[in-house]
């Protein structure tokens, strides 16, 4: 697939998500975040991806918390992919209803779903270094960006 209809690709499966216009509220917001122990893993113009690994009744658990200028909501699940040149980490949401917490004051949804992984998958996010995570809710994909430390 050529760059161009890469772009194309990632634009039209973006359209639904809202463009988030940071501002100093998103400091404040990623700090509190920061405060309970969950890194920022990822982000788009369209939301921030944080993430962390824990364990939860003797399970491993993927912790994320996305937020966006969408107010996401859902029966259906999501999934969650990380994407490292050949190798695809596909995960699909422990709950089927999920639904953000919409402030009107700061026009920003914040989504907190889990996954359930494996000690083996767990291990890829102490090691590995993924270029892109895609989260798919609704029939949508919103595409972010990992960061590199």
Same mark, same amino acid.
């Given at each position: 697939?050529? &760059?161009?209809k890469?772009?194309?690709?990632? /634009?039209?499966?973006?359209? @639904?998500?809202n $463009?988030?216009? %940071?501002?100093?509220?998103?400091?404040? *917001?990623?700090?509190?975040?920061?405060n309970? #122990? *969950?890194?920022? &893993?990822a982000e788009?113009?369209y939301?921030? $991806? =944080? $993430? %962390?690994v824990?364990?939860?009744g #003797? &399970? +491993?658990i993927?912790?994320?918390?996305t937020v !966006?200028a969408? @107010?996401l909501?859902t029966?259906k #699940? !999501? %999934? +969650?992919? &990380? *994407?490292k040149?050949?190798?695809?980490l596909?995960?699909?949401s422990?709950?089927?209803?999920?639904?953000?917490d /919409?402030s009107d004051?700061?026009?920003? !949804?914040?989504?907190k *779903?889990? =996954?359930?992984i494996?000690?083996?998958?767990?291990? =890829?996010f102490?090691e590995e270094?993924y270029?892109?995570?895609?989260f798919?809710i609704?029939?949508?994909? $919103?595409?972010?960006s990992?960061?590199? !430390?």
């Amino acid at each position: 697939m050529g &760059f161009f209809k890469k772009i194309d690709k990632v /634009f039209a499966s973006s359209e @639904n998500f809202n $463009l988030m216009e %940071r501002t100093e509220v998103d400091i404040q *917001i990623e700090e509190n975040i920061k405060n309970v #122990g *969950i890194s920022k &893993f990822a982000e788009s113009a369209y939301g921030d $991806l =944080y $993430l %962390r690994v824990n364990e939860l009744g #003797g &399970f +491993l658990i993927l912790e994320t918390i996305t937020v !966006s200028a969408t @107010n996401l909501k859902t029966k259906k #699940g !999501s %999934r +969650l992919t &990380f *994407i490292k040149d050949n190798e695809v980490l596909k995960l699909e949401s422990d709950e089927h209803k999920i639904e953000s917490d /919409f402030s009107d004051t700061v026009k920003k !949804s914040v989504t907190k *779903i889990d =996954y359930n992984i494996s000690a083996e998958e767990a291990e =890829y996010f102490k090691e590995e270094k993924y270029n892109e995570a895609r989260f798919e809710i609704n029939g949508k994909e $919103l595409v972010f960006s990992v960061i590199t !430390s």
